[in-house]
């Protein structure tokens, strides 16, 4: 293999710009590498590839989770509609960072608001409506991460580039990037829509400097037409392709507890190695499938495209109101060879009734979650047996604590630290001391200035 | 953690601890479009002083126990009819009671309007379908049938008085050896629930010793996971998710619906001859016995030897396993058994794993989770093999549709790729639905096979709520 293709197989790039896409890839993939290293001690110990390195044949491996936010859901136990009634609120970045945003113009700084939706797992929606009547007229789904659309407005240069070759360092397309807002979104879209105003700075502390976000004129994934009067790509911090390799690597060591025994099952993996949130679909069960595969001697890494994808849509849960079958009204519209990264749920010109008037299981469609319950997403994985073997475990870096009201509701806290009031160790894991000179090797996913 | 108090006397003894009767008749009634809370409370008034409070359930049950062992005479017996009631979520509404008819969104909607189970069209249902929903389910069983056929014609002369129209009269019978009519024996794996039943903390089953096993979860003893009760009754603590010891707080639910439960009653219809033919012929196909094609499309042998235990096992060993880690030997009690993660024993596909996958992870998540899955099964054969309309009517408990009978039946059962993740290892043969048109596939140990015959063919049935006998009393008056 030669390229890293683009997630889904679109076919957005010129070969210079899909040569420094999968450079930018590619050298994300050497950072986990050497971070991975870092992390079991050494580059010997390493079981997750570059796959543009990997020698040999490989085997795929889909792993695939609910498409409903797992996050939202356990927050609102036995409450279904709540649930997805809160999955359409969206939320501030600033509260996700602890950080508070502010436009800066003029050497003045006013407090703004920068919104994502709580759709954690890879898969957002948005539903559109007349404007007219205020029905629902198309329900639009994706899994792409921002990375790939900042790449298309601002290149290699929209992120830390300093592992990707000189050669392979290119510029945006700003009239692409535009015109698929247009396709994808809405005609009205306007080009100044799409990029920060001016500068934009954050700061923790009311008396703290201000830190500088993003320049004047970068892209702002956070645009209303990728929020709150559209969907173009994923908003979510943690729903990125940055963090999909990243926690691919990590689960690629494994892990044991303090005993010393293996720690193997979903729930206590990812809280030993403190990846993302324990309460999400999608990380435990991406952790502990590349887990399982490097414990039995594999080396992984991830197929390309490297990308996140809507793997399955349950057609026979939707009906129109006397039982009319719409199972028509899904469609893919992004991604090629079965990599679908954006869908929709639409009726067809000429339907004798809309979306208003459709059920899902029986209950009238109100809102995009009812369909994201009936969603399936996926990755691919790849694993390959270089001879290396499996490696030794590390020690856990983290545990979990449940909530004493709502024990379905986890948190992570640092190995050695007690739960909080109000919580209590999940799995039975008491709180342990790390051993002397074991540094926290836990990995956070979404930073804020990835 | 302690354990919650279990009211024996206001839980129906059909959720706990089942019938368990060698005869059973349901009979189910639509509400008449004039005056339909009228003829609901007329209905449930009349029934109410036949109800049977779980606590006589136990007693009955222990009594077939000691005839079953010799230890007493069949005649000790009691000879009286246990009786249960379920409702619909219409009948709730009828009687002023849409805080329960909402109790729970899938028994809202009804059985009829889940389109993801994938059931043939409403309209072909010979139970429940349109104009002819079950309003009032009436369980009734006994090992008389005598007796049970008079109580039974006791309990449609109420409901005549009370204008019911009946649309629904179905007799079963266990089959010998708890067999079902594909001739595997049935029911052996079922979750314990936790909880006591007086103020010394008398648990509801007896706890064996047990050493701590390697899927963290607890037992009562060998293969009995217990499970927190508010899993299958409303107002008590439910299983967490998380942690396969713990409880957490109790489902959501108005008062009325405490020591209620949800019921899923479908009646399948087995085709028992297109089974054995199919079988036959895939068996052909891979050049294997057919027996053992049966036995690796279920998981288990015709006598309940699960596939997964390499030994003859008997009694515990029956449900002292696990897949992804080996049990140990349990002293005084079982062998232990060795693990089998990717199916080398007992196929991905096969019918119990797929719908109890046990201490293996799920595309749900960790085992843990698993168990906050489980249903309380409550069915019974109905029909003679061979002699047309044969099959099980099936029965079971839960507080959450979607979350219990509709992942377990729909999700996991259908799906090639789940519980079990990244291996597409088919659908559950027996119970798997999928797109009309469309081949059913597993893969099984010496091949994968595929049909487009379905052996079970869910002919109707509904989602209806199981009250407390005390909110019986309310519903009634």
New interface residues.
């Given amino acids: 293999m030669e390229k890293l293709d683009t997630p889904g197989a679109v076919r957005d790039l010129d070969e210079r710009r899909l040569a420094g896409w999968s450079a930018l890839v590619s050298a994300w993939f050497d950072r986990m590498i050497e971070r991975t290293a870092g992390q079991v001690g050494g580059a010997g110990d390493v079981r997750f590839a570059n796959p543009l390195r990997v020698a040999g044949p490989l085997t795929e491996r889909r792993i695939s989770w609910d498409a409903f936010p797992r996050p939202v859901k356990v927050r609102h136990p036995g409450d279904p509609a709540a649930a997805r009634r809160a999955a359409d609120e969206f939320r501030s970045l600033g509260d996700y960072y602890g950080v508070t945003f502010y436009a800066v113009r003029d050497g003045a700084a006013e407090e703004i608001v920068l919104l994502y939706r709580p759709q954690d797992e890879y898969c957002e929606w948005f539903v559109e409506r007349d404007p007219a009547t205020g029905r629902m007229a198309r329900i639009v789904f994706t899994s792409e991460g921002h990375e790939y659309w900042r790449f298309l407005a601002d290149g290699t240069a929209a992120f830390d580039v300093a592992e990707v070759p000189e050669e392979f360092r290119v510029d945006g397309d700003r009239v692409l990037l535009l015109r698929l807002y247009r396709e994808l979104v809405g005609p009205q879209v306007r080009k100044k829509d799409l990029f920060f105003g001016t500068d934009i700075a954050y700061r923790r502390e009311p008396g703290d400097p201000l830190q500088p976000f993003r320049k004047k004129g970068a892209y702002n994934p956070y645009n209303k037409w990728n929020t709150v009067a559209g969907l173009a790509h994923l908003t979510h911090p943690e729903n990125s392709l940055h963090g999909e390799i990243s926690l691919a690597a990590a689960a690629s060591v494994p892990r044991a507890g303090a005993d010393g025994s293996p720690v193997t099952d979903a729930g206590r993996l990812v809280c030993c190695a403190g990846l993302g949130d324990p309460n999400r679909s999608s990380d435990p069960t991406i952790v502990t499938d590349v887990n399982d595969l490097v414990r039995t001697g594999l080396s992984v890494t991830l197929r390309d495209p490297i990308g996140l994808y809507i793997a399955s849509f349950d057609d026979a849960a939707v009906s129109g109101p006397d039982g009319e079958d719409v199972s028509s009204w899904w469609r893919p519209v992004r991604g090629t060879g079965g990599r679908t990264v954006r869908a929709e749920f639409a009726p067809p010109p000429g339907a004798a009734f809309g979306l208003d008037d459709v059920l899902v299981n029986g209950l009238p469609l109100e809102h995009g979650g009812q369909l994201a319950e009936v969603m399936t997403m996926s990755l691919f994985g790849a694993a390959a047996d270089l001879g290396l073997g499996a490696p030794p475990p590390i020690p856990c870096d983290q545990r979990c604590c449940a909530a004493d009201d709502n024990p379905d509701v986890l948190r992570l806290v640092p190995i050695g630290f007690e739960c909080p009031d109000g919580w209590h160790s999940a799995f039975g894991q008491a709180a342990v001391v790390p051993p002397a000179g074991v540094a926290n090797r836990a990995v956070r996913r979404a930073g804020l200035t990835a | 953690m302690t354990e919650p108090l279990l009211d024996l006397d206001d839980i129906q003894a059909h959720v706990l601890p089942g019938f368990g009767h060698e005869h059973q008749w349901l009979l189910g009634w639509r509400l008449p479009g004039d005056e339909p809370a009228g003829a609901a409370r007329a209905l449930l008034a009349e029934l109410a002083g036949r109800i049977t409070p779980a606590r006589r359930g136990l007693a009955d049950r222990a009594a077939r126990r000691a005839v079953r062992r010799g230890r007493t005479a069949r005649s000790r017996l009691s000879g009286r009819p246990a009786t249960a009631v379920a409702l619909s979520a219409r009948t709730l509404r009828m009687l002023g009671h849409d805080e329960l008819a909402t109790i729970d ?2 028994f ?3 059985m ?7 059931d043939p ?1 409403p309209g072909d249902w010979t139970v429940g379908g349109p104009g002819r929903e079950i309003d009032i389910l009436v369980m009734t069983a006994g090992e008389d049938l005598e007796r049970l056929a008079a109580a039974v014609e006791e309990i449609r002369a109420a409901a005549v008085r009370a204008r019911c129209e009946p649309v629904h009269d179905q007799q079963g019978r266990r089959l010998p050896g708890d067999v079902e009519h594909f001739g595997f024996r049935d029911g052996i794996s079922q979750p314990v629930l936790r909880g006591v039943v007086d103020a010394d903390g008398t648990p509801l089953v007896e706890r064996l010793p047990m050493p701590s096993m390697p899927d ?1 979860r607890a037992y009562a003893g060998p293969g009995d996971v217990l499970v927190w009760p508010g899993q299958f009754l409303f107002g008590l603590p439910r299983q ?4 396969p ?5 109790a ?3 108005p008062g009325l619906a405490r020591n209620g439960s949800l019921l899923v009653y479908r009646k399948l219809e087995q085709d028992v001859p297109g089974f054995r033919a199919d079988t036959g012929r895939m068996a052909a196909g891979l050049g294997v016995d057919p027996d053992r094609l049966r036995a690796e499309m279920v998981g288990r042998w015709p006598d309940g030897r699960p596939l997964v235990r390499t030994d003859d096992a008997t009694g515990a060993e029956l449900n002292h396993f696990g897949y ?1 880690t080996a049990v140990p030997a349990i002293p005084g009690g079982p062998r232990g058994a060795d693990a089998d993660p990717d199916g080398a024993r007992c196929p991905l596909s096969a019918h119990i794993r797929k719908v109890n996958p046990r201490d293996q ?1 799920t ?7 698993t168990l906050t899955f489980a249903i309380l099964r409550r069915g019974i054969t109905y029909g003679v093999a061979g002699d047309g309309d044969c099959g099980l009517l099936f029965l079971c408990y839960q ?2 549709l ?1 979350s219990q009978f509709e992942l377990l039946a729909q999700r996991w059962a259908g799906s090639p ?2 519980p079990r ?2 291996l597409d290892n088919g659908v559950d043969l027996l119970i798997g639905r999928v ?1 009309a048109g469309t081949a059913r596939r597993a893969r099984l140990l010496p091949g994968e096979v595929s049909t487009f015959a379905d052996y079970v063919i869910p002919r109707g049935g509904a989602y209806l709520f199981t009250p407390s006998l005390s909110a019986l009393r309310v519903l009634a008056a």
């Fill in positions: 969104e899938a809202t909607a009804g009829a309007r889940r389109g993801y189970l994938r069209p963290h967490s998710e998380t942690d010891v713990r409880s957490a707080p489902r959501r639910a992804d992870e595309d749900k998540g960790p085992p843990s989770a507080t959450d979607v790729d789940r993740q990244g797109r």
